[in-house]
């Protein structure tokens, strides 16, 4: 896999909070490596580890991306949910940024029914079909409508499991996590001091707390999918 110069500036990453770990009495001694110092209470992170991890991942993404494998980007914090829609969007990925159904993967033929359903209940409110039920019969189907759109609206295009996972936090999905290791489908985790950085298979140290941090590491990845894609035009 051949690395390429992602533009990953260690000032910038200073400037989004990406050093700030947690408290030092909540951390995991697995994380002692990827920290550098402690500061008034609280773990830095290695900024210069994140980098290498950082632009591990982008190679990876965009090697992927080039053979066109899909990609799923799960990130259910609700202070980051609409900011990794728009990054997963922006890529073409698919996305879960509210609560992760458990089985959602390791159960894939259920989801794939949930799924059905829910294309089928979309396309029923596009053509007006609801609104010739009755009226108690049409309010169950929009309730049932906006509860999988809620949860199955990131992934209604997915029609087999995802190649690759990317996890914004490792503790918030870790149930996540575990499916995709169960299932043997690579990971790109998220990791903060208090995270185990031997779990998944690309693990960046970075403040998985702050927005402008979560913003500025879905960016990274983003733009490595974006170029990988083989209908991407690069500026001459």
């Not at 949930?114 to 053509?127: A, G, P, S, V």
């Not at 019969?137 to 949860?151: E, F, G, I, N, V």
């Not at 894609?229 to 001459?236: G, L, M, Q, T, V």
Request: aromatic share 6%; glycine share 6%.
């Amino acid at each position: 896999m051949a690395r390429r110069y992602w533009n990953i500036n260690l000032e910038e990453m200073l400037e989004a909070g990406v050093h700030f770990g947690h408290g030092t009495r909540k951390w995991n001694p697995r994380m002692a490596p990827y920290i550098s110092a402690k500061r008034k209470g609280i773990h830095i992170t290695n900024l210069t580890r994140t980098a290498r991890f950082l632009s591990e991942a982008c190679d990876l993404l965009f090697d992927a991306a080039s053979k066109r494998k899909q990609f799923l980007i799960v990130g259910t914090k609700n202070k980051a949910a609409d900011s990794m829609a728009r990054a997963a969007i922006r890529a073409r990925c698919h996305y879960v940024n509210k609560k992760w159904l458990g089985g959602m993967l390791t159960n894939w033929p259920t989801t794939e029914t949930r799924l059905h359903k829910f294309r089928d209940l979309r396309t029923e409110q596009n053509t007006g079909g609801l609104n010739r039920l009755p009226k108690r019969d049409a309010a169950m189907l929009k309730r049932q409508l906006s509860r999988l759109q809620t949860y199955l609206g990131g992934i209604k295009y997915m029609t087999r499991l995802p190649d690759i996972v990317i996890i914004v936090d490792q503790q918030e999905e870790y149930t996540a996590l575990r499916e995709c290791i169960t299932l043997g489908i690579p990971t790109i985790c998220l990791i903060d001091t208090n995270c185990d950085p031997d779990i998944a298979d690309i693990s960046i140290p970075a403040n998985d707390d702050v927005i402008a941090s979560i913003r500025l590491i879905l960016n990274k990845l983003v733009v490595a999918i974006c170029e990988g894609r083989p209908s991407y035009i690069r500026n001459p």
